[in-house]
């Protein structure tokens, strides 16, 4: 994966890479770099058009059984094609919604992030509680300059809380942020 | 929590061993493991003289547990236990005390026989025991999980964070005063596992184990299930029975099954739960328990993480509650033989009383408990509704109008939502976060603030509609099931409001295992 398609396509590129203000109202939340929307559109695009073409292309086996066609391929192609589009186009719509409603705000409590609409949920790990941290970085995620920070807590329904494409310096510097506040605890 | 010693000499080879009689243990241990492979073998290896053939599995199994046995080392330390193992590859494991969170002593039948325990010593997290000792000699189980019992207590520096002031007795007692030493904070003589037999029905997973078991047998269920039918009808003509007589024998068939099921119950209440006692030395809490295998399992007060106490419809007719709580070791929820069970059965008082001992200072008797909006019960109701509808559609195109009885179940459930919607609460006074539910069967959960983790406030589709929300609170060592503390239905504006207090708190204190 060392030049994809995806990245000659991709007109934020040259933007720059500070989030814009969060219109929530609530103050400091910062949202995903513009660049994350492409990887949004992968994660979840893609997962669900594959999952299209798999059940179209089922639906259209079904049917040719059902229907006693002389051939399954016709009917087969046709309903994976259409499973594929319509899958697929919701599934973009989907990230792009992902993507525009995931945000993060660092304060002297901690980390919170906020994700979803239909299902939002608003997770809050105080950073006494944090045990470790991750920064994950994909080879596409390197190239667009972001990152994945996964907090990792000491819960069981909790315990690891993704902040997904973040800018990546920004994914550096909460991490320096909230392992400061673990030192600073185990020396307490 | 382990860390390798990279100062350890590789060619002193001192400390204790295991018993000379654990290589049969380690051997029945990896019995288990290979029991699938073996019985393939034994089954579809005939014919062709390869009987042999799962006796050299066993001399591999015999030879690889005695190679283990001379190749195990351990040896107890000022603060640490430093355990060797493997003579080729050699492996040296430090633990320091102060991290272990539970030690258990397990002797089944066969380790009674020879005098032996098997210990194991528990961190938080991780899948698997931190080390297992199988077997010792059940004194020298005793003493190390004795030592463990007071170093743990007194090690400098062990655990993030752990309190240096505390319990004044924890440490001075001596490890021959070990038995009298411990104050037994709840014990359960024979009427009590009586009850807790009827109370808990234990028996019928058993039986619905034995069903299933019987039902994966194919052709040989029905065979068996006639075979059962003629024993019980052989001695009557059912031909000439009419209605009411079929429906006394029902009835009669049916309570003597329940009868059993109930005895059953109890039998292995009292297998399981025979000699119970929950006993404290300084900071640890230790159960013992078991008729034929005995379990014993230590853990310091403080790693407990959660609450639940139980009222079912059989606790109230019986004037009893469970008591449980949730520890955070590695695997410990779906291993029976760690510390969960505080008080099996016990009256409302006793756990009142044990709550206020283990807990001085929290007002966990005296929260005010927050009520919810009495439109509640919608919520609680409304998904019985579509379930009732399938049943009595089922009921009625199976059976015709009588079906429609099935419907008679709405009105009940309408009933118990009003109650649980009235009875539904929660509270936070600083110390503990609490959330109490259910009307018919009755639970409470709290935790300390200490121990909760990350708090999450989430809604779905239909809380987005009426403006509520639930809130998570989450703590460490929970089942399955997710946290306990998971509290629905409240307003969004107070949701919020709550985990911003909590998290500023959390905040300030460091976290306490």
Same mark, same amino acid.
């Given at each position: 994966m060392t030049q994809s398609p995806m990245d000659e396509t991709a007109p934020e590129q040259?933007?720059?890479?500070?989030?814009?203000? !969060?219109?929530?109202? !609530? +103050?400091?939340? @910062? @949202?995903?770099?513009?660049?994350?929307?492409?990887?949004?559109?992968?994660? +979840?695009?893609?997962?669900?058009?594959?999952?299209?073409?798999v059940l179209g292309g089922l639906a259209g086996l079904l049917a040719s059984w059902r229907l006693d066609l002389p051939s399954p391929l016709p009917p087969v192609l046709q309903g994976a094609a259409t499973g594929l589009l319509v899958l697929g186009l919701w599934?973009?719509?989907?990230?792009? @919604?992902?993507?525009?409603? +995931?945000?993060?705000?660092?304060?002297?409590?901690?980390?919170?992030?906020?994700?979803?609409?239909?299902?939002?949920?608003?997770?809050?790990?105080?950073?006494s509680r944090?045990?470790?941290? !991750?920064?994950?970085?994909?080879?596409?995620?390197?190239?667009?300059?972001v990152s994945s920070l996964v907090v990792h807590t000491a819960g069981s329904a909790a315990s690891a809380v993704t902040v997904p494409h973040m800018d990546a310096a920004d994914a550096e510097h909460l991490r320096e942020r909230l392992s400061r506040r673990i030192e600073d605890d185990d020396d307490a | 929590m382990t860390t390798p010693d990279p100062a350890a000499p590789a060619t002193v080879v001192a400390g204790h061993r295991l018993h000379p009689m654990s290589w049969l243990f380690e051997l029945i241990a990896q019995l288990r493991q290979f029991l699938v492979p073996l019985l393939a073998l034994v089954v579809f290896g005939? *014919?062709?003289?390869?009987?042999?053939?799962?006796? $050299?599995?066993? /001399?591999?199994?015999?030879?690889a547990s005695l190679w283990r046995y001379f190749a195990f080392r351990y040896q107890p330390e000022a603060d640490q236990l430093v355990l060797r193992t493997g003579l080729l590859s050699r492996n040296v494991r430090v633990v320091p005390y102060g991290r272990i969170h539970n030690v258990a002593v397990d002797q089944t039948?066969?380790?009674?026989?020879?005098?032996? $325990?098997?210990?194991?010593?528990?961190?938080?997290?991780?899948?698997?025991?931190? $080390?297992?000792?199988?077997?010792?000699?059940?004194?020298?189980?005793?003493?190390? =999980?004795? #030592?463990?019992?007071?170093r743990g207590a007194t090690a400098p520096g062990s655990g993030a964070g752990e309190p240096s002031v505390g319990d004044p007795t924890a440490g001075c007692d001596h490890p021959e005063s070990m038995a009298t030493s411990g104050t037994v904070l709840h014990? %359960?003589? /024979?009427?009590? %596992?009586?009850?807790?037999?009827?109370?808990?029905?234990?028996?019928?997973?058993?039986?619905?184990?034995?069903?299933a078991l019987v039902g994966q047998s194919g052709e040989n269920a029905a065979r068996i299930f006639e075979a059962l039918g003629r024993w019980l009808f052989g001695w009557v003509d059912t031909s000439a029975f009419d209605t009411a007589q079929w429906v006394v024998a029902g009835t009669t068939l049916l309570l003597a099954a329940l009868l059993g099921v109930r005895l059953l119950s109890v039998l292995l209440a009292v297998l399981q739960f025979h000699g119970f006692t929950l006993a404290e030395y300084g900071r640890r809490l230790t159960v013992e328990r078991g008729l034929l295998a005995r379990w014993r399992t230590s853990t310091p007060r403080r790693?407990?993480?959660?609450?639940?106490?139980? =009222?079912?419809?059989?606790?109230?007719?019986?004037?009893?509650?469970?008591?449980?709580?949730?520890?955070?070791? *590695?695997?410990?929820? =779906?291993? /029976?033989?760690?510390?969960? =069970?505080?008080?099996?059965?016990?009256?409302?008082?006793?756990?009142?009383?044990?709550?206020?001992?283990?807990?001085?200072?929290?007002?966990?008797?005296?929260?005010?408990?927050?009520?919810?909006?009495?439109?509640?019960?919608?919520r609680l109701f409304w998904p019985s509704l579509p379930l009732v509808a399938v049943a009595t559609a089922v009921l009625c195109w199976r059976f015709g109008a009588p079906g429609l009885l099935a419907a008679l179940w709405l009105p009940w459930a309408a009933f118990k939502a009003r109650r649980q919607a009235a009875r539904m609460g929660w509270a936070f006074n600083g110390r503990v976060a609490a959330f109490r539910t259910g009307w018919w069967?009755?639970?409470?959960?709290?935790?300390?603030?200490?121990?909760?983790?990350?708090?999450?406030?989430?809604?779905?589709?239909?809380?987005?509609?009426?403006?509520?929300?639930?809130?998570?609170?989450?703590? $460490?060592? /929970?089942?399955?099931?997710?946290?306990?503390?998971?509290?629905?239905?409240?307003? #969004?504006?107070?949701?919020?409001? %709550?985990?911003?207090r909590l998290a500023g708190e959390l905040a300030r204190r460091p976290l306490r295992w």
């Open positions: 040259a933007q720059p890479r500070t989030a814009p203000p !969060d219109r929530t109202g !609530d +103050t400091g939340w @910062r @949202r995903l770099p513009p660049a994350a929307r492409l990887l949004f559109l992968l994660d +979840t695009g893609i997962g669900l058009a594959i999952a299209g073409l599934g973009c719509w989907l990230a792009v @919604r992902q993507y525009q409603r +995931t945000a993060w705000r660092l304060d002297d409590k901690g980390l919170s992030v906020r994700r979803g609409r239909l299902w939002w949920s608003e997770t809050r790990v105080p950073a944090v045990q470790h941290l !991750d920064i994950q970085r994909g080879p596409l995620q390197r190239r667009r300059g | 005939q *014919g062709d003289r390869s009987e042999l053939w799962p006796l $050299a599995g066993v /001399a591999v199994l015999v030879a039948l066969l380790h009674r026989l020879f005098d032996v $325990a098997s210990v194991r010593l528990e961190s938080a997290g991780g899948k698997k025991p931190e $080390a297992e000792m199988r077997v010792l000699r059940l004194d020298q189980a005793l003493a190390l =999980e004795d #030592l463990i019992r007071h014990h %359960l003589p /024979a009427g009590e %596992l009586l009850r807790l037999g009827i109370i808990s029905n234990r028996g019928m997973v058993l039986v619905a184990a034995a069903f790693r407990i993480q959660a609450w639940r106490m139980q =009222e079912g419809v059989i606790h109230r007719l019986l004037d009893r509650r469970t008591l449980k709580v949730d520890i955070a070791t *590695g695997g410990g929820q =779906e291993d /029976a033989r760690s510390l969960r =069970e505080l008080v099996p059965v016990g009256t409302p008082e006793q756990c009142r009383a044990l709550v206020a001992h283990l807990l001085p200072g929290s007002g966990w008797d005296r929260l005010e408990w927050m009520p919810f909006r009495p439109a509640t019960w919608w069967s009755r639970h409470w959960y709290w935790a300390e603030l200490d121990k909760l983790q990350a708090l999450r406030v989430s809604r779905n589709p239909v809380d987005r509609r009426l403006g509520t929300a639930t809130l998570v609170l989450d703590t $460490a060592g /929970a089942g399955a099931l997710g946290p306990p503390l998971r509290i629905p239905f409240l307003p #969004l504006r107070r949701a919020l409001a %709550l985990q911003h």
